[in-house]
Every structure is written in structure tokens, then in C-alpha cells.
């Protein structure tokens, strides 16, 4: 028996997505395009952390995973200062046991696509929580104007997991983050057409409970 490969199904979860995103824009409070440019005037290409003269400290994360998506990243509380679209060279995303999570792996000539936010050192810090089967790591990473720059990325913890395909669900929410965040089509188009997914539950799937007191 052919054992059914199911890939992602674009339409389920668009309309909601965008309600989501226009909620949420209408409550973000960002800050002055002038706060930023001074926090800027600090930065250096060759290091993955800002350190103000105030002692205050600033990070580019890159994001491979669900914090790739505006509506993910907002209800952990985080607000990054800056976003945009970027990637990553000679290495590739893999989703691994025993979830489908996603994982960096080095291969060189391979490339993957994620966003890069900038976020304060608490914020930061609040995400290393979050992240508890991950640790931090420094690589380069490149924007679409052939930029280069260290940030920090996300790695499993536990090396060398076995592979498994990703939910659609995690996988939906990936994508609709590249696509917030304009990531390069042909990576996104590869995540919607060529990724294997654990499909959606059917409502028909679904268990009723009933007479519950």
C-alpha cells in the first residue's frame, strides 16, 4: 500500500490571517524612526549584538520558525524594533522529531529564507525561554541587497533528531510570516508545494464530548 504524501493548503486560513494582522497593526505602538536610527549608528556588520554607550543592548535574531509570523511573535509579547526579509548561506531549514519543529542545518551551497528582527536584550531573553529545547548560535546571514551580517538563529539542542514533516497548522503559520515579511517567493513557493506536512484534522475528525458535569 502507497503510503499518502499530503502537502500545504494554502487557502484555509487566509481570511483570518489577514483579520489577525489588521487587528494587531491597529494596536502596535512602534517606535520613532529617530530612536531606531540611534540605536543603528551602533551597529557593526561583524557582530550579532548592539551595544549602546548606556550599557543597553540590542539583538538580530533570525527567524526560522514560528517567529517568523507578526501574529506569533505579538502574542509572546515581542515588538521588534525592525524586521526584514533575509537568508541565510550554507545551511538549510530541516523539521525534525518528534513535533516537525524547525531546525538549521549546515549544507554547504544550500541557502535557506527567514526574517531577522531586532529586539532588545529582555526580549531576547524572554525568547531563550521560550525556546527551551533550543540553543543560541551565531552565523551569517545575508539581505536582499547582498548585506552581510551575524545574527543569532536558533538550533535544537539535542543534535542530529530524525526528520519528520512539519504540521500544516506550523507550517501555515511560517508562510503566512514570509509572506507578511515579502521573504523571496521561490522559498515560499517551496514551503507551500514541495514540504511534506502532517495534514489538518477534518471537523468531521473532530470528538464530541458530551454530558460533561
Known amino acids: 500500500m502507497i503510503e499518502q504524501v499530503y502537502y500545504f493548503n494554502p487557502s484555509l486560513s487566509d481570511a483570518s490571517f489577514a483579520l489577525s494582522c489588521k487587528n494587531v497593526l491597529s494596536k502596535l505602538v512602534r517606535p520613532d524612526r529617530s530612536i531606531i536610527d540611534q540605536i543603528l549608528e551602533h551597529d557593526s556588520p561583524d557582530k550579532a549584538d548592539i551595544v549602546l554607550p548606556d550599557g543597553r543592548k540590542f539583538v538580530w535574531y ?4 514560528s517567529m517568523i509570523n507578526p501574529i506569533s511573535i505579538y502574542l509572546r509579547d515581542i515588538i521588534p524594533l525592525m524586521s526584514y526579509p533575509a537568508k541565510c548561506p550554507n545551511h538549510k531549514i530541516v523539521f525534525r522529531a518528534p513535533n516537525g519543529m524547525a531546525d538549521i542545518e549546515a549544507c554547504p551551497e544550500a541557502e535557506f529564507h527567514g526574517v531577522i528582527h531586532l529586539l532588545s536584550d529582555e526580549q531576547m531573553s524572554r525568547l531563550d525561554a521560550i525556546e527551551a529545547t533550543y540553543h543560541r548560535i551565531i552565523i551569517n546571514s545575508s539581505n536582499y541587497q547582498e548585506q552581510n551580517h551575524l545574527v543569532y538563529v536558533y538550533k535544537r539542542i ?7 514533516p512539519p504540521s500544516e ?27 511534506e506536512v502532517v495534514p489538518r484534522k477534518e471537523p468531521h475528525t473532530f470528538q464530541s464530548f458530551r454530558d460533561i458535569s
Request: with cysteine.
Open 62 to 65: 533570525f527567524a526560522i520558525g
Open 158 to 164: 539535542v543534535e542530529n533528531q530524525l526528520i519528520c
Open 169 to 195: 497548522r506550523y507550517l501555515d503559520i511560517i508562510i503566512k510570516g514570509c509572506d507578511y515579511y515579502k521573504v523571496q517567493s521561490a522559498y515560499i513557493n517551496r514551503l507551500k508545494y514541495e514540504q
